[in-house]
DNA sequence: CTGAAAGCGCTAACAG
DNA sequence: CTGTTAGCGCTTTCAG
């Protein structure tokens, strides 16, 4: 009988079945090379067990961000995947916790498992290598004030700092969304200082890139005057003047990881209660070098 | 009755509705930050009028690319977004094409209406910009051969030349995919050639940042030694050193008018038949100036 | 104008 | 092991 051109209606079988064999990604902004490779990830597992990838982008807004997640309750998805760092308020169901999970950013005070990597241990990392460097005036283009994120590197900042017996310098950090212009601008202030730093972490390779151009227009050159790190490893940041060092994240990893964990969990598979913490890695190119007046390590 | 927190089952819904108020968007490559602009604006609109966007990624494989077809027959669509020039087969059925629309790249045989730029216009007009800076030997980095834009650019490219009487040499013209890394080998060829090019107008702004860096690696400058002109105008373009000159896209505005007709066209509102065209501009930035030994214009 | 009922296409349970 | 049937939650039609 059913031959020919037949296909399921799965309309229909979602009714019966009580499940959309979909899933909801909350995002904050897909511009960004870093979140549109975690998509391509969870995308793929997706594909491979037959579960369609719905994207919630302009998703900085709470309102919008509410109208998303009400997805969630009419069933059109089976669940969510968030990475923008806030549960929706309608969300908060302990019933619906099984369908959730966080994905690069921990949502806290949730409870709810996150797939992501030791951003505390990976800035440490970073700053480590410039003090390694020979480095002490370091300072740090962070991201926006109130972001779980900006906590966990800002500490791994000053970690690396204190392991060297110093203090930050609160002059030395900068905090600001993680954008190119908000790179720049941060670096600018950073100049004017009456004592500049010799090297900058930076929370992003877009912020690093617009720290990098500051630094060029003004007359001075990276890693000679300046040294700059970033984070992320973004396609760029190998093909910027100089090479970029930064963190790399397992984007496409995390984004596989993600969707598998929550798969299960929609399976009723428990898992690891807290997540999973995936490795970076501490690429160094060109950006970094030891400073120009170099008193000895 | 229903008050408390009553939602309507989208799955019932729809099953009765016979429609799912989804659209599925098949693009090659998310990682790209031109399609994820573009992702952004339809995003955007979708969400105003209520629609779910599903995203099909890894789609330069066939076989994944029928798999995510499947969608609209099994009716989780209600139309498809095509941004990968090409058309699946099992949606070539005429009574499926009012639920088609193609985006930024046009399917040449399927008769469907696209969303895009006048690329060999926009092409035509990069090259110009550089023949009128005094450029006579001019290269052409383009994209993979047998893609639609490819052709009409480097159309463009051709045209752009024989307005001043030359005929373009076939060792200038390189073909390769969109990256960063086939920029770097297509510049590393021309740079080899016996009478190597003065400029190069390059099909992205990502290869273009290949072609520069292989440029500066090899010990010459942009644009003292050579003018490169990308095309996008990405975020990286204004950002890269030298400051990138380029064509620009209304990413967003594809975006945002694709979805619009899409809905009009699921409405059973016909609209312009051969798509929107929809003006481009070209961004002198850096990265071009006339060549070196400059014998008049 | 309000209320009951049919049926969208499917799957799972049950009867033959 | 194959065939029939109930019902998923909604909308729309039709009767009251």
Known sequence: VR?????????????RLREARQVLVILPEISNPYFSEVLLGIEEVAGKTGFGVLIGASARDPEREDQLAQQL????????????????PRLADPALRHRLL???????????????????AAAQAAVSHLVGLGHRRIAHIAGPIGNVVTAARHKGYVAALAQVGMAPDPALTRFGPFALDS???????????????TAVFCTSDEMAIGAI????AAGLTVPGDLSVVGFDDIVFARAYDPPLTTVRQPRHRIGCDAMRLLEDRLNGIEGPRRGLVLPFELIIRESSAPPKHHHGA
Do not use: C, F, W
């Open 73 to 88: 309750l009419t069933g059109v998805v089976d669940g969510v995947l968030l990475m923008n760092g806030r549960l929706p």
């Open 3 to 15: 031959q020919a051109s037949y296909v399921v209606n799965r309309m229909a079988q979602g009714l």
């Open 102 to 120: 966080a994905v690069a950013e921990r949502i806290p005070g949730s409870g709810l498992p996150t797939v992501h990597i030791d951003d505390l």
């Open 213 to 216: 151009r500051t630094i060029k």
């Open 183 to 197: 790179g720049e601008m941060a670096m600018a202030a950073l100049l004017a200082l009456p004592t500049p730093p």
